[in-house]
Structures are given as structure tokens and as C-alpha cells.
């Protein structure tokens, strides 16, 4: 199954897992408003897919994403305050680029090459895994137009050391896919991002879902809480998952020698 989104996005979803492509080539898939609706469009699609259990975000072409388009932005200047209009759950649409992923629910996993600039860099930030390229370049350029980078980097960068982000935030320095691994911003190195990157997916889609969810669960919510409670969420999340069919399962698949099988 494949979709496109805008003529800027397009989602394919087979053996559990969805493939999303950023896919403006010819210009470095830099972020016009097609394109931002077609990412919100394509998010909102992988909240209604049955049996998802991995997303790969990827670029078409010779980058992942440039960043904003300015020139198309300001083709449409009209539109502009409706990308820091809150809705209902209190984020804008901005935000919703980076911090959207997460409402699918499932392990995000980008595969980043070429240019990762501005709100790509942002973007990406949204994904729980990084594959990075050695020779990626990764910038946050809003600097270069007077702003600051506002799509919820100050919640999908909370992990990240404060003082990196912020003097690439007030530099715009462009880092190496090499140096922003050793700077904490990817989670792997890869000459092949993609191919790294869909092997992660596919891996992950064989593991319990309910096993990953927990995971992603602790990781997610563990870092706001003291040390107790830290320890309580995970004895909490363990006795779900013991001796659930699911666990039963991957215990004898185990044991069996062969892949589980998980409804």
C-alpha cells in the first residue's frame, strides 16, 4: 500500500511497517507549506493504520530535509500566523512536525543523509531512533533569519545536553553526521542510513508489541520522575507484560528456534 500526500509526501506500509518520505527532491526536500501539510496529513494517516508497529522517515534524494523553504513560505505571507496557532491540545502546527510521530504510537526511526537543516533537523528530533551519515551535515539555521527554532525543540531535545543545543541554536554551526553522533544527536552511525534504518524497523515489527510499547512507555516518562517512582513504572510495566500471551509467545519462539508470531 502507498500513498502520497500533497504531491510532497509519500507513505508506504507493508509487514508492519510504514515508510514515510519527505519527497520535494529537486529541492532538497526543503519545507513548503505543501509539504508541511503533506507531513501532517501523513501523520495523522499512521495513527489509523491496523497493526503498525514501526515508522522509518526518510528523504528523497540527496537529503533528508533543508529546512524551510523561505521563499515559498513568504509566497503565502497570509498564512503565516496559522503555524503558531495552537489547536485543542495546545500545539501548533510546527510543533506538530516534530512532536506528531510520537502519536503513532510506534518506535519512529529516521534515516538522515545530505543536508538536515532548520526544521529538518527539528523533524528529526521527533524520531525515537537517528541514523545518521557520517558526512550528514546538521545545522539549526534559524539563526540565519532572526528566529529562534520553535518546533518543540525545547521538549524533543530535553534529553540532549542544553548547552550543545543551545550554541548551535545561537551559531547556526554546521556540524558533520560524525560529530553530531559524538554530540549526542544521533543514535547510530551508518554509511547506509536507509538500509540501517528499515533493518531497525524490520526488527523491531518482529519484537512484542506490547514489550516495545512498555519500553517506549519507561523511556518516555521515566526521566520526570524521582528514582521511586522510576522503579515503581518499571515493576508496573513488567507485570503486565509477564505471562501475557504475548510474552508466552516470545518465550517460545524462543525456546522453538524460530520467528513469534504476534496477532
Request: proline share 5%; with cysteine; hydrophobic share 45%.
Amino acid at each position: 500500500m502507498q500513498q502520497t500526500f500533497n504531491e510532497r509526501v509519500t507513505l508506504s506500509f507493508a509487514d508492519h511497517v510504514a515508510e514515510v518520505a519527505l519527497s520535494r527532491p529537486a529541492h532538497l526536500n526543503g519545507l513548503d507549506w505543501a509539504m508541511i501539510d503533506g507531513l501532517l496529513a501523513a501523520q495523522q494517516h499512521l495513527t489509523e493504520l491496523d497493526g503498525l508497529r514501526a515508522v522509518v522517515l526518510r528523504g528523497a534524494g540527496d537529503s533528508f530535509c533543508a529546512g524551510l523553504d523561505m521563499a515559498s513560505i513568504m509566497g503565502e505571507a497570509e498564512r503565516l500566523p496559522t503555524l503558531l496557532a495552537p489547536d485543542a491540545a495546545g500545539f501548533n502546527p510546527v510543533q506538530r512536525l516534530a512532536l506528531g510521530w510520537r502519536e503513532a504510537g510506534v518506535p519512529v526511526v529516521a534515516a538522515l543523509h545530505g543536508h538536515v537543516y532548520g526544521g529538518g533537523l527539528q523533524i528529526a528530533l521527533g524520531a525515537d531512533v537517528r541514523i545518521l551519515h557520517p558526512q550528514a551535515r546538521l545545522a539549526l539555521l534559524e539563526i540565519d533569519w532572526g528566529i529562534i527554532p520553535d518546533m518543540a525543540i525545547s521538549v524533543t531535545g530535553e534529553w540532549l545536553r542544553q548547552d550543545v543545543l543551545y550554541e548551535l541554536a545561537i551559531t547556526g554551526r554546521k556540524v558533520s553526521g560524525e560529530e553530531a553522533y559524538q554530540l549526542g544527536l544521533g543514535s547510530r552511525l551508518s554509511d547506509t542510513p536507509l538500509d540501517t534504518a528499515r533493518e531497525t524497523a524490520a526488527l523491531i515489527a518482529t519484537r512484542s508489541p506490547r514489550a516495545v510499547a512498555a519500553a517506549r512507555e519507561l523511556f518516555a516518562q521515566g526521566p520526570g520522575l524521582s528514582h521511586r517512582d522510576r522503579l515503581a513504572l518499571e515493576a508496573h510495566l513488567q507485570r503486565q507484560l509477564l505471562a501475557s500471551p504475548e510474552q508466552r509467545e516470545a518465550v517460545s519462539a524462543r525456546m522453538e528456534r524460530r520467528v513469534p508470531r504476534f496477532d
